[in-house]
């Protein structure tokens, strides 16, 4: 969702442009006679909000994450919901899902799996490692 407006960001409907893209990927996966393990996206609440902050105190900074005369694209709030839609996609349409649901809460990725607020540590990639086992036996 901060990737600039590489998927719609700024226009507020990254989610939709995400889930085409993710749709097109799973499609061409299976057209090659693969199934898709499909891993949920965990939310990085710190690094949007400091991001917000920043631009609502200069929202005229030559950013891409600002979203210049649409700032509220880029609330953090909004950016959870429309992560969490794309989530229930991925679980809803993956052969494989992931579901990293246990990792986060609604401040983000959980501390003890927390490396910088968008990374997993040595724990969050253990747990994620084991998940996948898990999953594909």
Sequence with gaps: PMAGNRYGACSGNWE?????NISEMYATVRAAGAKVIGVTLLPAMGVWESHYIK???NP????TRCCKGNLEARNPQKL???TLDVNAFIMANADIPINTSDMF????????YNAD???LNRN???Q???KIAAAIG
């Design 16 to 20: 939709r442009l995400l889930k085409n």
């Design 55 to 57: 631009c609502n105190k």
């Design 60 to 63: 005229n900074r030559r950013d």
């Design 80 to 82: 959870f919901k429309g």
């Design 105 to 112: 809460n609604h401040k983000g990725i959980l501390p003890a």
């Design 117 to 119: 607020g968008i990374h």
């Design 124 to 126: 969050g990639q253990q």
């Design 128 to 130: 994620l490692a084991n």
